[in-house]
């Protein structure tokens, strides 16, 4: 293989594919990208592909670059592009020996860097998915992939993290699924649809919510693992990476460089001009969360400036200790008091006003978990209690004009006890 | 409490008193937990191997150790403390530090606080005790140790240089055998030595504890006297009969570890954010690795799956392993609830498994992985 490329756009490339590798050595090849030229007979073009996989998320993405000689090769993904950060914005020439090396030049800075058989790369297919075949095939959904973003903005913090994965609750994913309201009726006369995103670790539970014009049946759902949802959000974020129209406007995603959601029984499929990527679903059981959400088990609640006790809480957090890891709340008829202590250090004590329905009742969380949602809430949020020791669930105050719908998002918290 | 088991001991058992006493454990290996000051006269003292003991002082009268009782007499003990003031601070079973700047309105000068404890304690549980009476906790401790048995010191602040000087470097609590040669080395022998040496030499050899200690020389210590200082941690550990050179064997040990740590935080109702394990290879060099949880935790099971995950990760069993500890700390009453109704059914098992092992014993229930075949007996816990 003997390409030239720019380093820039190359650099981007590697910083693109490199979480989808696998950063523990169980499988040395995982934890590399395979380089592979291409060369379309029916235009003409050549390029390079790269590709990542770590078994259960892959991606590939394609560029046109100068193509001497055909050929691929594996590189340590995490090596590479460490060394290639460092290097001056000019041109990139890379050609391989003998299959055990590559030679890489930037300007008067030259490497030679050890390689893997391309041979041994896993495979990876990529289904040839597009939204056609959504008519055909029942089982193929689209989402606007701004949509999905923002869902897993909402939720994605109550994933556990693989560490604290504890057993049989820890699906290590997100839950997503189609949702029909029979009581609500939608502007157009039918019945309201919507795709939710549902996390929980089992002590707290995140939903977003989006309402959506046609009802599609995804059955009991899909899930979606951490690592996928993560880096499909990064793809979200950073698409396109070769901007054809970018004026700053806020389109969507799919008008600005085509990229699309793609939803199967057993993957979900990320598509743009250059990239595709795929992400394995997790085969399990989402735990029944109906009975957490349900309104009528909280019959207290708050009504609080978010953006307040938000800035109180993270106040507070300077000084809850490790050990404790929580903030007492107390609610009253116009106030909220939150305390945290620390006997190495002291305690604080932060009134806000609020608006109180119910008995007042004294509460402990750990204010992280509240941080983390709070901060997803501009205005007034709802803060719906059970009691001392119940959940409690947060959401944003819905418009007055609008007081039926269901939140775009909901958030459930169980409490500190004794 | 002057030699506090022995002198319990001594106490019910009349026809002891005026004999040698060590209270201690039994088998082969047992060393002396307390002596009793008859026995001191021969030169037992604790720590020291039981059949050393007996070689020195043939009359010896070596009892099993009673913790339950001792615990009993503690008791007793820190009740009458806390009449002179709230600032009780414990140190261990027989030791306590209290604060009475307070209380010298209500009951005098430190002098006559210290005689009416010492008497209350005679009267009410036939004991002894030597206090020590001082500026601060450093001076306080010195002088009761100066004045064993049944002693009574009392320093006032002019006294402390004039009192403290002429003691030997050991006599500083927290100088060991490391410091101590250290010191030595330097030609440093007593406190009053320390106190004129030079600051900075002594940080440059001992680091920030050479600070501390010059100013313990000038009879500096603003360590406050803390009332019922909250347990910061509970750990266990075992020296193992045999080095261990497989993890395999390494988990009965574990189990046993998590059991009695596990069993202490639930006495305590306490639940603990950090696990820590602690091993010593073959070669002697110890290492400790922690982890931090999200949630707290305290079962048995918990415990073991956490300190055999560190253990795995982080120790070479080829080096063979010869110690064993498990240490959880970040404890807190507090802990985090979840949506499941799986914790509290676990939490009431556990409640169930902890009656059994105080009604019939530590190793009533244990987990299937202490059955190992290659276990030859069960380590005991100190419970």
């Known amino acids: 293989m003997k390409i030239t490329i720019k380093k820039a756009l190359f650099q981007r490339m590697l910083s ?26 029916v235009t003409g073009k050549k390029g390079i592909k790269i590709k990542a996989t770590d078994l259960h998320i892959s991606i590939q993405m394609k560029t046109e670059c100068t193509v001497m000689e055909e050929g691929a090769c594996a590189l340590s993904a995490k090596g590479l592009s460490d060394m290639i950060r460092e290097l001056p914005d000019a041109d990139l020439f890379m050609q391989t020996e003998e ?3 590559v030679k890489i030049t930037v300007g008067n800075y030259m490497f030679n860097l050890n390689i893997m058989d391309p041979e041994e790369y896993p495979m990876i297919e990529f289904s040839d998915l597009s939204l056609s075949a959504k008519g055909g095939d029942k089982d193929v959904f689209s989402i606007d992939p701004l ?97 054809a129209i970018d004026d700053g406007t806020d389109k969507s995603l799919s008008a600005k460089g085509g990229a699309e959601i793609l939803l199967t029984r057993d993957s979900i499929y990320f598509k743009s001009s250059d990239t595709i990527a795929t992400v394995r679903l997790i085969d399990g059981e989402f735990p029944d969360y109906s009975s957490v959400i349900d309104l009528e088990e909280y019959p207290i609640y708050t009504k609080i400036y978010a953006p307040k006790l938000l800035s109180a809480l ?74 001392e020791e119940g959940p409690c669930l947060i959401m944003a105050c819905p418009p007055e004009t609008d007081f039926d719908s269901p939140p775009e998002a909901e958030w459930v918290i169980m409490p500190m006890r004794f | ?76 003990i820190m009740a009458i403390l806390l009449r002179y003031t709230p600032e009780v601070e414990p140190v261990s079973l027989d030791e306590a530090f209290l604060d009475v700047t307070g209380s010298c309105l209500m009951y005098g000068r430190p002098f006559d606080i210290a005689s009416s404890i010492k008497n209350a304690i005679k009267t009410e549980t036939g004991l002894t005790a030597s206090i020590g009476s001082g500026p601060n906790k450093f001076v306080a401790k010195l002088a009761s140790s100066m004045g064993k048995p049944d002693g009574l010191i009392v320093v006032s602040p002019d006294d402390v240089i004039a009192f403290i000087s002429p003691l030997p470097i050991e006599a500083i609590p927290g100088v060991g055998k490391k410091t101590s040669i250290h010191l030595h080395s330097m030609g440093i022998n007593t406190i009053g030595q320390i106190r004129i040496s030079n600051k900075d030499l002594l940080k440059r050899h001992l680091g920030s504890y050479g600070g501390v200690l010059w100013d313990l020389s000038h009879g500096i210590d603003m360590t406050k006297v803390e009332p019922f200082k909250q347990r910061k941690s509970i750990s266990h550990e075992v020296t193992l009969d045999d080095i261990i050179y497989d993890i395999k064997d390494i988990s009965p040990v574990l189990a046993e570890l998590s059991l009695v740590v596990g069993t202490s935080l639930r ?50 069993f080829t080096k063979g392993i010869r110690l064993i500890g498990v240490t959880c700390s970040h404890l807190s009453a507090l802990r985090q609830s979840s949506f499941y109704d799986f914790d509290t059914k676990v939490e009431r098992l556990y409640n169930k498994i902890d009656k059994l092992r105080a009604r019939y014993g530590m190793h009533t229930v244990v987990p299937g992985v202490m059955l190992y075949p290659k276990r030859k007996d069960l380590p005991r816990g100190s419970l």
């Open chain 1, 147 to 243: 949509v999905l973003k923002s869902m897993i903005d909402r939720t994605i913090f109550s994933i556990p993290t693989p560490s604290e994965e504890e057993s049989k609750y820890a699906l290590g994913g997100a839950l997503l699924v189609s949702h029909t309201d029979e009581k609500e009726k939608s502007a157009t006369g039918g019945k309201a649809n919507y795709i939710e995103m549902v996390t929980t670790d089992g002590r707290r539970l995140s939903l977003a919510r989006h309402k959506i014009q046609e009802a599609i049946d995804m059955k009991d759902g899909i899930i979606i693992p951490r690592k996928g949802l993560h880096e499909l959000k990064r793809l979200i974020d950073t698409t396109p990476v070769v901007s």
């Open chain 1, 314 to 387: 993270k106040v507070c957090s300077t000084i809850v200790s490790e050990v404790s890891n929580s903030a007492k709340f107390d609610f009253k008829r116009d106030t909220t008091v939150v305390y945290a202590n620390n006997p190495e250090q002291g305690d604080v004590e932060i009134p806000i006003e609020s608006e109180h329905h119910g008995d007042a009742i004294g509460v402990s969380f750990n204010p992280r978990y509240l941080i983390e949602c709070l901060s997803m809430i501009d205005g007034d949020a709802i803060i719906r209690l059970v009691n």
């Open chain 1, 16 to 41: 693109r594919v490199q979480g989808f590798t696998e950063k523990r050595v169980t499988l040395p090849i995982l934890s590399h990208i395979l380089i592979e030229t291409y060369d379309e007979s």
């Open chain 2, 1 to 76: 409490m002057d030699a506090f088991y022995a002198s319990v001991e001594q106490f019910l058992n009349p026809n002891l008193k005026g004999s040698p006493v060590a209270v201690g454990g039994s088998g082969s290996h047992a060393v002396v937990s307390a002596a009793s000051y008859e026995a001191r006269a021969f030169g037992v003292h604790s720590a020291m191997p039981l059949r050393q003991a007996v070689r020195l002082c043939p009359g010896l009268v070596i009892l099993p150790v009673r913790m339950n009782l001792y615990r009993t007499f503690s008791k007793r």
């Open chain 1, 99 to 101: 299959n055990t090396r």
């Open chain 2, 267 to 316: 006495a305590l109702h306490l639940f603990a954010r950090c696990v820590q394990v602690k091993f010593r290879y073959k070669d002697f060099s110890l290492h400790t690795r922690q982890t931090m949880m999200p949630v707290a935790i305290n079962g048995d099971s918990d415990i073991f799956s956490v300190s055999y995950d560190l253990i795995r990760e982080h120790c070479s």
